[in-house]
């Protein structure tokens, strides 16, 4: 165990060595499994250098958002399909485990006193469904509001104007997903309790009788993100002045990839 510390004390003060992929997956570079005489799964240990004084809660901003979201889900979705057909759970953990090696992380001395997320996501409750996961964000990057059936609901509004005026955020996603159950529930006539019924009254306003699933689900987020604008001026103005995107998507479990829809 002595012996174990005073290696771990020697790697804090090396210079610190960026991971890529293939380094990873290949267990190069410094690992818990050599420390342990191989005897444990590969989990990379590398010094995080410290930040300049220059370097604050917006020092990871993207200068294309929407791109930096997508290009996330890409990386979010061939790791997903790489798991699907993986035979054993430890190798569909090791092809998971590859998420978040390309991002830029703060520590919590960056962050603590403020954030500045560069995205907004407007996204179901499901626990399918969780943005940060799917777009491979790392923490603070993203300011997520989630609400079964991603409907816009007062707070959500609320909320998103908080975000776009204090934030200054200048993209805000709204995302359905498949098999989402507050669509399901909105397209059958089951008795439902009344708060529930209030959630899936502006999902049964969103799509026409008779649409299949997957088009009820998409839009149901197209109407969300129109409504974001047709009932806050906040959100119009900035949308009409070019400072706000607002995209619908949709989230497809299968393949781990979002589409735009508009």
Not at 22 to 33: C, E, N, P, Q, V
Not at 73 to 80: I, Q, Y
Not at 175 to 200: I, Y
Not at 219 to 236: E, F, G, I, K, M
Request: one cysteine or more; glycine letters at 4%.
């Amino acid at each position: 165990m002595l012996k174990l510390k005073l290696v771990l004390a020697t790697i804090y003060f090396l210079e610190p060595k960026l991971l890529n992929r293939r380094d990873f997956l290949l267990g190069s570079g410094i690992t818990a499994s050599g420390l342990l005489g191989g005897k444990q799964p590969i989990y990379a240990l590398t010094a995080k250098p410290f930040l300049s004084n220059k370097e604050d809660a917006r020092s990871c901003q993207p200068a294309d958002p929407l791109q930096a979201l997508l290009e996330g889900n890409s990386r979010f979705a061939e790791a997903w399909q790489s798991k699907n057909i993986a035979a054993s759970m430890d190798k569909r953990s090791r092809l998971m485990a590859n998420l978040w090696l390309e991002n830029c992380f703060l520590p919590a001395e960056a962050i603590v006193e403020s954030q500045a997320p560069w995205a907004a996501v407007l996204a179901c409750a499901d626990s399918r469904a969780a943005p940060e996961w799917i777009f491979d964000a790392a923490p603070a990057d993203l300011f997520v509001i989630r609400s079964a059936g991603n409907t816009a609901f007062d707070n959500a509004i609320a909320s998103m104007e908080y975000g776009v005026q204090a934030l200054k955020i200048s993209l805000i996603m709204v995302m359905g997903h498949q098999n989402c159950g507050a669509v399901a529930a909105a397209r059958r006539s089951d008795s439902l309790t009344p708060l529930l019924e209030k959630l899936v009254a502006p999902i049964r306003d969103s799509f026409c009788p008779g649409v299949d699933f997957n088009q009820a689900v998409c839009d149901n987020a197209v109407h969300a993100a129109r409504q974001l604008t047709q009932r806050s001026l906040v959100l119009s103005k900035a949308k009409q002045q070019n400072q706000l995107k607002i995209v619908p998507a949709y989230f497809e479990i299968e393949s781990g990839r979002v589409t735009l829809l508009e």
